[in-house]
Each structure stands twice: as C-alpha cells, then as structure tokens.
Nanobody
C-alpha cells in the first residue's frame, strides 16, 4: 500500500502563487491532482505519466498550473500561478499502481489518494 502525503497548501490572494508537493511512500506510475470545492464533486486538475513525458490539465487551470514529478524522490508537484478565488478547494494527490502510458482524468484510474491540502484564494 502506497501512502501519499501532500504539503504546500495555504491562503493566498488572487493573482498569487502556491506550490503543492506530494510525497509517495513507494513506487507509483501515473500521478495526478484533483480538487474538491465545498458542495461540489471532486474534479480533475492535472495529471502526468510515469516518465513525465505527457501531462494533461483541466481547461480551468490550463496555462496557469504546471505539474511535474521527480521519480528519484517519488514526488509530484503542482505549481499554481495566477490563482483565482474559484481555485479554492481541497487539493488531493492521486497515484496509480499501474502504468497506463497515458494521462487520465478519471478518478477510477487512480489507486492511492492523499488526505488533501486546503488551498484558499481570497479576492
């Protein structure tokens, strides 16, 4: 069982930046970030393949967020720039124990989940 631990959340003003990090206790393949705002379903934000060669983003974050990973350290990061109040949510790190070779925006393709880290963007 792989454990995921997120860090880096916090409170930031609109237009600001935050960097989220997620450390995995074991080897993982596809990794991603999802987010859940109050009263809403958990939604896809970004994903990256094991090699790091492919990444994908939700339209709502494209051009502002960047996902990256360091396989030597078993970590994945999400750099969030130009943050908006609508980015406020709990952000979850997710990882797959299978190598799909492509990015996935589906929660069903991820086997492990972190506890989440709160990101709050004030207007």
């Amino acid at each position: 069982q792989v454990q995921l631990v997120e860090s880096g959340g916090g409170l930031v003003q609109a237009g600001g930046s935050l960097r989220l990090s997620c450390a995995a206790s074991g080897r993982t393949f596809n990794m991603g970030w999802f987010r859940q705002a109050p009263g809403k379903e958990r939604e896809f934000a970004a994903a990256i393949t094991w090699s790091g060669g492919r990444s994908d983003y939700a339209d709502s974050v494209k051009g502002r967020f960047t996902i990256s990973r360091d396989n030597a350290k078993n970590t994945v990061s999400l750099q969030m720039n130009s943050l908006k109040p609508e980015d406020t949510a709990v952000y979850y790190c997710a990882a797959s124990g299978r190598n799909y070779g492509y990015t996935s925006a589906s929660r069903r393709d991820y086997d492990y989940w972190g506890q989440g880290t709160q990101v709050t963007v004030s207007s």
